[in-house]
């Protein structure tokens, strides 16, 4: 096999009918905690309240980068991207990146939305539990069907989640900022 190396690949295609390679995103992402903790940015907090040390990169970003893409490529559908990932899995680092970039940006736009019911930091389970908020999340689960994930890794991480409200979750505010008007 060749010495790895960076080329130009075509654009890399993650929505519609490329949807499994997101999917062995997320995937790979539930199968390696510890990766996937790194790679989101554990946070003291987060490792507290789950009884677990905190857990820090050892390598570098790139390299979990590496291996998750190897996960999402190496069986990829499309026999042409296969083939370039074997000759230049580098190269294959961006997208994956830029995918993690696309997916916060929809992942907050959601969260906006939510944040209009109040429901503020609540867990999936409490999301699903309340019926103020329950089909709404029923609804967006159809549309973005990685959310649910997302929420469990992101939804107190302001790294990620920049549309959360801490605000007491029975607060619409919405409806209160109309009365302004």
């Not at 990766?35 to 677990?52: H, N, T």
């Not at 294959?92 to 939510?114: A, G, M, Q, T």
Request: hydrophobic residues 35%; aromatic residues 12%; glycine residues 4%.
């Amino acid at each position: 096999m060749k010495a790895p190396s960076a080329a130009k690949i075509p654009a890399i295609y993650w929505e519609k009918r490329y949807s499994a390679r997101t999917s062995r995103l997320i995937e790979w992402c539930k199968a390696n905690d510890e990766a996937r903790i790194k790679l989101f940015s554990d946070s003291a907090k987060d490792a507290k309240d789950e009884g677990r040390p905190r857990q820090q990169m050892s390598t570098q970003k790139k390299n979990y980068i590496q291996q998750l893409a190897a996960a999402i490529f190496t069986n990829d559908e499309d026999p042409a991207i296969r083939a370039l990932y074997d000759e230049h899995p580098l190269s294959f680092i961006k997208p994956v990146e830029s995918r993690f970039i696309s997916l916060r940006k929809k992942y907050n736009s959601v969260n906006k939305d939510l944040g209009k019911t109040g429901a503020g930091l609540k867990s999936i389970e409490e999301l699903d539990a309340d019926p103020r908020t329950k089909n709404l999340v029923a609804q967006l689960r159809l549309q973005f069907p990685w959310w649910s994930d997302l929420h469990g890794w992101w939804r107190t991480n302001p790294s990620y989640n920049t549309a959360f409200s801490t605000a007491d979750p029975g607060q619409d505010f919405a409806s209160e900022a109309l009365e302004f008007f």
